[in-house]
C-alpha cells in the first residue's frame, strides 16, 4: 500500500513537496515514480527514481522539481518549486518491479492559484 501525502494548494511561484510512504519491506527494489493527471488528459510522467537513485524528468518537471527517496523511511518525495498554475493536478506515486508487482496510491491533489 503506498500513502501519498503532501498535496494542498500553492501560490504560482510556490513549493510543495510530497510524500509516499510504504510498509513494504522492499523498497528499496522498486522503481518509484510519480505521475500526475490533469482532469480530462491522460495520467503522465512526471519523475522516476531508480534502486540505485538514477533519475529521469519530464521536460516540464526538469528544473524545477526533485524527486528523491529514504529507503531508510521507506519514502520516496517528490519537491517541487516554481509551481505554475498548469501544475494542478492530482499527483501518483508509483512503485514498480514488474507488470505483475506495480502498485499506486490514492493521488494527492496539488492545486497551483493565485
Known amino acids: 500500500q503506498l500513502v501519498e501525502s503532501g498535496g494542498g494548494l500553492a501560490q504560482p511561484g510556490g513549493s510543495l513537496r510530497l510524500s509516499c510512504t510504504t510498509s513494504?519491506?522492499?523498497?528499496?527494489?522498486?522503481?518509484m515514480n510519480w505521475y500526475r493527471q490533469i482532469p480530462g488528459n491522460e495520467r503522465e510522467l512526471v519523475a522516476k527514481?531508480?534502486?540505485?537513485?538514477?533519475?529521469n524528468y519530464a521536460a516540464f518537471a526538469r528544473n524545477r522539481f526533485t524527486i528523491s527517496r529514504d529507503n531508510t523511511k521507506n519514502t520516496v518525495y517528490l519537491e517541487m518549486n516554481n509551481l505554475q498554475l498548469e501544475d494542478t493536478a492530482t499527483y501518483y506515486c508509483?512503485?514498480?518491479?514488474?507488470?505483475?508487482?506495480?502498485?499506486w496510491g490514492q493521488g494527492t491533489r496539488v492545486t497551483v492559484s493565485s
Open positions: 513494504d519491506s522492499l523498497f528499496k527494489w522498486y522503481f
Open positions: 527514481i531508480t534502486p540505485g537513485r538514477d533519475t
Open positions: 508509483n512503485a514498480y518491479r514488474s507488470a505483475e508487482d506495480d502498485h
